[in-house]
């Protein structure tokens, strides 16, 4: 009976570490099979003099003894190697001053305060591959690098490495409630055990810090934008204190939602008017307070005016001038106030897509120095695909940050293998034409226009408190994108895949193309079964899951026929100067060549034309022929997916293998789901058959009808 009890415990205690379900992320540092490397990196492994003991430094240390534990099987003893007959140096560029020539050293200082250089330096006729950061957090990320390159076997001790992050502030917004549920999050629920906090400091903390410093993360805001006013009062700072005293060493700045009527709600006042003083005065004493206890607090991040929350508009003021009363609370400690630009009621416009342009731009120039303005990637809302947001290159004065969503809100939930790295890139690498001929998304969000230098990328996070933190194991994927693309605008996504692939699965060369075949075409994959040639807003409503195009109800602008606008003549939105004239607020040579339906890419086509169901496309066919096509393309490339997938059975550990099948299946079951009520809707206005070449739509469209009403959870059919 002992023996069995104790094998039971046993059991509990060993399985879920042995499990490999993916709750180590990329951080799951395997064995080195390569002799050659795991020779080298043991050596460097078995002589590291660190520099310096501080708190990042100590984090390095676990970090390294943790990688070499298990990449080498052999513990480090730091203590036993002297400065001098060290292989592996690690500091910053002032402890490393005396062993720097002048123009190493310059070199280095140029990459500003979370730069990193890699490679040998030699002192007394012995060389010292040497990881040096400008601050302790440069380093930290130059080490997370080094071991990153072993773990994808690229790394050579001979090849010099310096790199900086392009965008100063790489930021996670937590969707997350004071309740612990998450607003569009499809991971569980909040992993900010607030209840618990200041006292209970979960082990994951620790976890989440170090998985967002090893991809450059650097700030976060802690709550919902739909803000709670509550975790402005001194309990809640407490507890944010103690977040923010543990984040600070892996190099995480803290942000929290300031709700805009909070003077009403906790300080007893009668207005929220920011030209009030008493207002003013109650900003200040609660900035000053937050300061208190987190003295490198970075800011708010304030969502006003847009979907019932409160803002300045209530009290007769505009944007910046709400603005700029927080921005100037937060100003003497060097504080930044983050407010969105994701506005629309249906008054200012009878096309949501201008409203955000309407309303800033004649703004451009009022905003404190310390204030950005946070812009989704496109106009509307996080569709599947979106054309860029033209306040990008519209505002010349103000600092515009980018605003991504990580969590899959339109794009299949936490069910669906959807990688966004090709979304985001598409998005960063569009040509705005604004302020020059060659800008782009990525160079203007890189560019700061203010004397305060800042530029920002933030992303709705997509984590939560389930096992393997993102409830799809490619989810993961997503969140190790945003870092790298906030790290780098400029980086291709098929790096970003190569790498997460390797770092979460293995080098096998086999393995890695498979899964970017997978990977890669997802979100074309995606958007095609969903909302291919520029459709957009068509899903299931309140609960945003699954299709639904025929969603009416409420205010229009939260219908679906009011985006895609299906008659018996034709489809699309008609945003050009014979219809809502949205695409003149993009600059010039977009607005003409988009207007033309001949040139404007397909991909965007219904997103600003109404198109006749007939319409010639570049292929020869009609149009309807190519939604039916481009619906059916959808199903087949995950089918595809599928089939890849299985052809890993044997190469994968079953747990992961399977949680991956079993989700590719539902995501199967979904693009179906999306293509048959889709096309049998749309063939109401079309009235013409399908294409013989497509797997004919089955089902009932009232019964689709049914699964959608506004506010149901989401129920799938069955096939
Ligand atoms: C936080 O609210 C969200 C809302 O849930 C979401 O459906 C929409 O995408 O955007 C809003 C926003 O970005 O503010």
Known sequence: MRIALLLFFTLILVLPTQANDGYKLWLDYQPIENSTLKDEVGELMNGIYLFDQGPTFEIIQSELSLASEKMLGASIDFKKINREKSLLWIGTREQLLPFLSASLESEIKNLGEEGYWMGMIESDGAKHFTIVGNQPVGTLYGVFNFLQNIQKGTFDKNTLISDYPKVKIRMLNHWDNLDRTVERGYAGFSIWDWHKLPEYIDPKYKDYARANASIGINAVSLTNVNANALVLTTDFMKKVKVLADLFRPYGIKVYLTARFSAPMEIGGLETADPLDPEVQSFWQKKTDEIYSFIPDFG????????????????????????????????????????????????????????????????????????????????????????????????????????????????????????????????????????????????????????????????????????????????????????????????????????????????????????????????????????????????????????????????????????????????????????????????????????????????????????????????????????IALHYDQGVKSVAEMQNIWASLENDLDAERWDHVNQLLAVQRTEAEWWRNACLLYFQTFSQRPFPAEIEQPAGDLDYFKSLSFPFAPGIRPSW
């Open 299 to 626: 800011g708010y991040l304030v969502k006003a005016n847009s979907e019932g929350q409160p803002g300045p508009h209530e009290f007769g003021r505009d944007h910046s001038q709400g603005a700029n009363m927080l921005a100037e609370a937060l100003a003497p400690h060097g504080g930044l106030l983050i407010w969105r630009a994701f506005v629309y009621s249906h008054e200012v416009d009878e096309d949501r897509h201008k409203q955000a342009n309407l309303e800033f731009i004649p703004l451009d120039g009022n905003f404190r120095d310390n204030v950005i303005l946070q812009v989704k990637n496109g106009a509307i809302d996080f569709q599947p695909r979106e054309p860029f947001h033209p306040l990008f290159g519209a505002m010349k004065e103000t600092q515009v940050g980018m605003e991504f969503q990580i969590t899959q809100e339109y794009l299949g939930q936490a069910t669906q293998l959807v990688f966004l790295a090709p979304m985001w890139e598409e998005v960063l690498k569009s040509k705005t034409f604004r302020p020059t001929a060659n800008s782009t998304v990525s160079e203007i969000i890189q560019t700061p226009v203010s004397p305060r230098q800042v530029t920002l990328m933030a992303g709705v996070s997509n984590i939560g408190n389930e096992r393997n933190w993102t409830g799809h194991l490619f989810a993961q994927a997503n969140w190790f994108a945003f870092g790298k693309q906030a790290w780098n605008p400029e980086i291709n996504s098929d790096q970003i895949s190569e790498d997460w692939i390797k770092l979460t699965f293995g080098q096998t060369q086999e393995l890695v193309s498979k899964i970017n075949q997978i990977m890669l075409p997802s979100h074309e994959a995606a958007v095609n079964y969903m909302t291919p040639l520029g459709l957009h807003h068509i899903m299931g409503r309140g609960h945003h899951y699954g299709p639904g195009p025929w969603v009416t109800g409420g205010r229009a602008d939260w219908t679906s026929l009011y985006y895609h606008r299906a008659d018996s003549l034709g489809i699309g939105f008609d945003r050009t100067s014979s219809g809502s004239n949205a695409l003149s607020q993009y600059a010039p040579e977009i607005a003409n060549n988009w207007s033309n339906t001949s040139q404007i890419p397909e991909k965007y086509l219904l997103w600003f034309h109404h198109v006749p169901w007939d319409f010639k496309m570049k292929s020869g066919k009609t149009l309807w022929k190519e």
